[in-house]
């Protein structure tokens, strides 16, 4: 504001006209008001021009008629903060395009000077506007300078009402208007064979569909529907890295790229950051959610709506210009980067499409950089998780609709838990493909460092801890001091590593870890039986799936060392000791084997990680090679086993899909829905039978991830080079590394079956968790208040 009068102070021999931005002829005579307090006593009024009604399309005719060169100052009525806060101004006050009401009216002409200000906007002479429309190719000078008005005092009026308010105005009418657009849009209509017309009616309609309207009363009420949505949850903030975002903010416009969750996931973030001081982000979501009530608001409210699937060149071209005119105008931006809610807890791969229009974008914007903001976002716990377990098993998916809705909302009254955001190292798109010759490389190297970033960032929450303990041998109870047992191990693991932890608790504190399990008790996963000597807990009836998903958040930090596990093993027959070239070779095998699960580094990278691994078992390792079974021996001895928890349990889907492989006829046709059906009743078939170890085999994601592996290898066609040999040599290599999971396994039984009540601490994690309300059934209650199924 204090630049705004210095300008107006300077240019004093300047004549000046107002430029009044109302939407009722009661805040035109508000602004005349203040005219008229504002001029000196003896001096000239100031001429004024509306920017509404008729006499708008030819502004600049009339300022130019009162003086040839005057400083136009734009002026607004809007509310003090006092009433912004009072709820009758978000049930009264105008939003973007809509008339104000006759409440809200005699509310700003009240003479109580608490009710109304006046804003005065950025001055500018009509040569400078001039200067600025000629630059940008338009074609009505006219709209160009209401369109800056109105502009200039919407960055006025968010030092009132606060930067969540920092909204897009004019969007169509400022990118259709620029020369540039229309050039392109002839290149467009040349390039597809179409008629420039044509062209032009389809960009418009898609822009229409696209667009986000955002309007301030919308973004109250999304926000309001978010905190209601998202009631069950207590969500922290890691703000370690948000300074560093907040100053690249206020020079380059930024992209958040959280991992997916939940379909809170948009709901939680955003009030998180607005809270931070960070601006509205435009929300780049699916056409999917677009159904009524929830789309139109969402689209009000910075919601970009966009199609799941497109390869129509003037779709694409659209949703270029569209990116492209958000950065040039510093909008911030959000996506989810896996393209869906990861069905498993582990990060899904990322998608590479909307990297590449931003890419793209960035090109074609007047923004120097964009940088990108790897985020993670981790629930402890959540109601769709078993609906997502349901459909790995087969079950058909709800579609997205009111109905879905509304009992997603109900859900949310029956849990109570933690939402964790945090923010991984801001990553420069320009520095990235200023380096890359190839832009395809550029991107896939971009997707790669977000990904990595966001499992770097992504804590270890005490959920993932115990369900991690139970999944390992989920056959057995436990009682406590077996209980204890697994899991102290584990959190000096990560305390040795330094792994980020949720809300930064101590992992390895008693009290957290027991919060964790009653946590888990309560919501159904875990049982507690007490009618033997002790009490013990076991995994809830199918709630296997479920209890992977609290796991698998955290699953990508303990990978590298059940590699590490499995490679220092000999081979099944192998009677000579291993050597590091051979472990190496076992180890990019394994790496191999696994790249549609789990996001590795580069070899180099991958090879200093798993040799800080295997040293975390046995520093000597290199001295004792030469003798073959030293490694047996070393690892019996750990009190610290992983394998079988972390790779046994996809090591045995992808036994079942090898096997039914090797049973498809060579010459068949391939059905893929109809063979993951066959994997999920052969799956269960074994399981039933004890020849799986794990319920979480029986998964369509995992058999999906295990078709990815066997169509990179050409297992899948036919028209490959001795297919049927090929498909039983990739199933002996699963089963060798499915037995070395499984004596990994043995081990873990014989060292729990050692446990020594004695030794464990007063405080054992389970001792007074609260009992189940059924403590002897193993039946699911899936009505069960705070059930996650």
């Given at each position: 504001?204090?630049?705004?009068?210095?300008r107006?102070?300077k240019?004093?021999?300047?004549?000046?006209?107002y430029?009044?931005?109302?939407?009722s002829?009661?805040?035109?005579?508000?602004l005349?008001?203040?005219?008229?307090a504002?001029t000196?006593?003896?001096?000239?009024r100031?001429p004024?021009?509306?920017?509404?009604?008729?006499?708008s399309?030819q502004?600049a005719?009339t300022?130019?008629?009162i003086?040839?060169?005057?400083?136009?100052?734009?002026?607004?009525?809007?509310?003090?903060?006092?009433?912004?806060?009072?709820?009758l101004?978000?049930?009264?006050?105008?939003?973007?395009?809509?008339?104000?009401t006759?409440?809200?009216?005699?509310?700003?002409?009240?003479?109580?000077?608490d009710?109304s200000?006046?804003?005065?906007g950025e001055?500018?002479?009509?040569?400078e506007?001039?200067a600025r429309?000629?630059?940008?190719?338009?074609?009505?000078?006219?709209?160009?300078?209401?369109?800056?008005?109105?502009l200039?005092?919407?960055?006025?009026?968010?030092?009132?009402?606060?930067?969540?308010?920092?909204?897009p105005?004019?969007?169509?009418?400022?990118m259709?208007?620029?020369k540039?657009?229309h050039?392109?849009?002839?290149?467009?209509?040349?390039?597809v064979g179409?008629?420039?017309?044509?062209?032009?009616?389809?960009?418009?309609?898609?822009l229409?569909?696209?667009?986000?309207?955002?309007?301030r009363?919308?973004?109250?009420?999304w926000?309001?529907?978010?905190a209601y949505?998202?009631?069950?949850?207590?969500?922290?903030?890691d703000r370690?890295k948000?300074?560093k975002?907040r100053?690249?903010?206020?020079?380059?416009p930024l992209?958040?790229?959280?991992?997916?969750?939940s379909?809170l996931?948009?709901?939680?973030?955003?009030?998180?950051l607005?809270?931070?001081?960070?601006?509205?982000?435009?929300?780049?979501?699916?056409?999917?959610?677009g159904f009524?009530?929830?789309?139109?608001?969402a689209?009000?409210?910075?919601v970009?709506?966009?199609?799941?699937?497109?390869s129509?060149?003037?779709?694409k071209?659209?949703?270029?210009?569209?990116?492209?005119?958000l950065?040039?105008?510093r909008?911030?931006l959000?996506?989810?980067?896996?393209?869906?809610?990861s069905?498993?807890?582990?990060?899904?791969?990322?998608?590479?499409?909307l990297l590449?229009?931003?890419?793209?974008a960035?090109?074609?914007?007047?923004?120097?950089?964009?940088?990108?903001?790897?985020?993670s976002?981790?629930?402890?716990?959540l109601?769709?998780?078993?609906?997502?377990?349901a459909e790995?098993?087969?079950?058909k998916?709800?579609a997205?609709?009111?109905r879905?809705?509304?009992?997603?909302?109900r859900?949310?009254?029956?849990?109570?838990g933690?939402?964790y955001?945090t923010?991984?190292?801001?990553?420069?798109v320009?520095?990235i493909?200023?380096?890359?010759e190839?832009?395809?490389?550029?991107?896939?190297?971009?997707a790669?460092?977000?990904?990595?970033?966001?499992?770097?960032?992504?804590?270890v929450?005490?959920?993932a801890?115990v369900?991690m303990?139970?999944?390992?041998?989920?056959?057995?109870?436990?009682?406590?001091?077996?209980?204890?047992?697994?899991?102290a191990?584990?959190?000096?693991?990560?305390?040795r590593?330094?792994?980020?932890t949720?809300?930064?608790?101590?992992?390895?504190?008693?009290?957290?870890v027991?919060?964790?399990?009653?946590a888990q008790?309560a919501?159904?996963?875990?049982?507690?039986?007490?009618?033997?000597?002790?009490?013990?807990f076991y995994?809830?009836?199918?709630?296997?799936?479920?209890a992977?998903?609290?796991?698998?958040?955290?699953?990508?930090?303990?990978?590298m060392?059940a590699?590490?596990?499995l490679?220092?093993?000999?081979?099944?027959g192998q009677?000579?000791?291993?050597?590091?070239?051979?472990?190496?070779?076992s180890?990019?095998?394994?790496?191999d084997?696994?790249?549609?699960?789990f996001?590795?580094?580069?070899?180099?990278?991958?090879?200093?990680?798993?040799?800080?691994?295997?040293e975390?078992?046995d520093?000597?390792?290199?001295?004792?090679?030469?003798?073959?079974?030293y490694a047996?021996q070393?690892l019996q001895?750990?009190?610290l086993h992983?394998?079988?928890?972390?790779?046994?349990?996809?090591m045995?889907?992808?036994?079942v899909?090898a096997?039914?492989l090797m049973?498809?006829?060579?010459?068949?046709?391939?059905?893929?829905?109809?063979?993951i059906?066959?994997?999920?009743?052969a799956?269960?078939?074994?399981r039933?039978?004890?020849?799986?170890?794990h319920?979480?085999?029986?998964?369509g994601?995992l058999f999906?991830?295990?078709l990815?592996?066997?169509e990179n290898?050409?297992?899948?066609?036919?028209a490959?080079e001795?297919?049927a040999?090929?498909?039983?040599?990739?199933?002996?290599?699963?089963?060798?590394?499915?037995?070395k999971?499984?004596?990994?396994?043995?081990?873990?039984?014989?060292q729990?079956n050692?446990?020594d009540?004695?030794?464990?601490?007063?405080g054992?994690?389970c001792?007074?968790?609260?009992?189940?309300?059924?403590p002897?059934?193993?039946k699911?209650?899936?009505d069960?208040?705070?059930d996650?199924?």
């Amino acid at each position: 504001m204090d630049q705004v009068e210095s300008r107006i102070q300077k240019s004093h021999d300047v004549q000046q006209v107002y430029l009044l931005d109302a939407a009722s002829t009661l805040e035109v005579q508000a602004l005349n008001q203040w005219i008229d307090a504002t001029t000196r006593e003896g001096a000239q009024r100031t001429p004024s021009v509306v920017l509404s009604g008729e006499a708008s399309h030819q502004v600049a005719d009339t300022v130019r008629g009162i003086t040839e060169d005057p400083l136009l100052v734009p002026l607004r009525v809007t509310l003090t903060e006092k009433k912004r806060r009072g709820i009758l101004y978000r049930m009264f006050a105008p939003r973007g395009n809509s008339m104000p009401t006759k409440a809200w009216q005699r509310w700003v002409t009240a003479d109580d000077p608490d009710h109304s200000a006046v804003l005065v906007g950025e001055p500018a002479t009509l040569s400078e506007l001039q200067a600025r429309f000629d630059r940008v190719g338009g074609t009505s000078l006219s709209s160009f300078i209401r369109r800056q008005a109105s502009l200039t005092l919407d960055r006025a009026e968010r030092d009132v009402i606060g930067s969540e308010y920092k909204i897009p105005r004019f969007v169509v009418e400022d990118m259709t208007e620029q020369k540039k657009f229309h050039d392109g849009m002839k290149e467009l209509a040349e390039r597809v064979g179409e008629n420039l017309t044509d062209v032009e009616r389809r960009v418009h309609g898609i822009l229409d569909e696209m667009v986000a309207t955002e309007t301030r009363r919308a973004v109250e009420m999304w926000g309001t529907l978010g905190a209601y949505f998202s009631r069950a949850y207590r969500v922290d903030v890691d703000r370690t890295k948000l300074q560093k975002v907040r100053e690249l903010n206020k020079n380059y416009p930024l992209v958040f790229l959280p991992n997916h969750r939940s379909y809170l996931d948009p709901l939680v973030l955003r009030p998180a950051l607005l809270a931070e001081g960070l601006p509205l982000n435009h929300v780049m979501g699916g056409i999917n959610v677009g159904f009524w009530p929830l789309g139109p608001i969402a689209k009000r409210s910075g919601v970009v709506l966009i199609q799941r699937k497109f390869s129509d060149e003037i779709y694409k071209w659209t949703l270029r210009q569209y990116m492209s005119f958000l950065l040039s105008k510093r909008f911030n931006l959000e996506w989810y980067i896996e393209g869906g809610r990861s069905r498993t807890g582990k990060l899904r791969p990322p998608r590479f499409g909307l990297l590449t229009y931003l890419v793209d974008a960035l090109e074609n914007s007047d923004a120097e950089d964009v940088y990108l903001v790897p985020t993670s976002i981790t629930y402890d716990r959540l109601h769709e998780v078993g609906a997502m377990a349901a459909e790995s098993h087969g079950a058909k998916k709800q579609a997205e609709g009111i109905r879905m809705a509304l009992g997603y909302i109900r859900a949310q009254g029956k849990l109570r838990g933690n939402v964790y955001l945090t923010f991984g190292e801001p990553i420069s798109v320009r520095s990235i493909v200023d380096a890359s010759e190839d832009k395809r490389v550029a991107v896939q190297r971009i997707a790669i460092n977000v990904a990595h970033a966001i499992n770097n960032s992504t804590p270890v929450t005490p959920a993932a801890l115990v369900t991690m303990a139970l999944l390992g041998i989920e056959d057995r109870a436990l009682n406590v001091h077996e209980m204890w047992a697994i899991i102290a191990p584990l959190a000096s693991y990560i305390h040795r590593r330094g792994l980020p932890t949720a809300g930064g608790v101590d992992i390895s504190e008693v009290d957290v870890v027991r919060a964790a399990v009653v946590a888990q008790v309560a919501a159904g996963v875990v049982r507690r039986f007490d009618d033997g000597p002790e009490p013990v807990f076991y995994l809830a009836q199918d709630k296997h799936l479920v209890a992977a998903f609290f796991r698998n958040n955290a699953i990508h930090y303990f990978v590298m060392r059940a590699i590490g596990e499995l490679v220092i093993l000999p081979d099944q027959g192998q009677t000579t000791a291993s050597t590091p070239e051979s472990m190496w070779a076992s180890a990019l095998a394994l790496r191999d084997l696994l790249k549609f699960e789990f996001f590795f580094g580069d070899k180099k990278e991958f090879g200093e990680r798993l040799e800080t691994e295997v040293e975390l078992i046995d520093p000597n390792w290199r001295a004792n090679l030469s003798d073959p079974d030293y490694a047996v021996q070393q690892l019996q001895s750990q009190d610290l086993h992983l394998a079988h928890r972390v790779l046994q349990p996809i090591m045995e889907a992808y036994q079942v899909v090898a096997d039914q492989l090797m049973l498809l006829p060579v010459d068949a046709e391939f059905d893929k829905t109809v063979f993951i059906a066959q994997c999920l009743g052969a799956a269960q078939t074994r399981r039933l039978r004890q020849q799986l170890d794990h319920s979480e085999s029986i998964s369509g994601e995992l058999f999906d991830t295990a078709l990815q592996l066997a169509e990179n290898r050409n297992l899948i066609e036919p028209a490959g080079e001795n297919v049927a040999q090929c498909r039983r040599d990739f199933a002996r290599e699963i089963n060798e590394w499915a037995r070395k999971s499984r004596l990994i396994r043995d081990m873990a039984r014989r060292q729990l079956n050692e446990v020594d009540p004695i030794n464990s601490p007063d405080g054992s994690p389970c001792r007074d968790t609260p009992k189940s309300d059924t403590p002897n059934s193993d039946k699911p209650d899936s009505d069960e208040p705070g059930d996650e199924g």
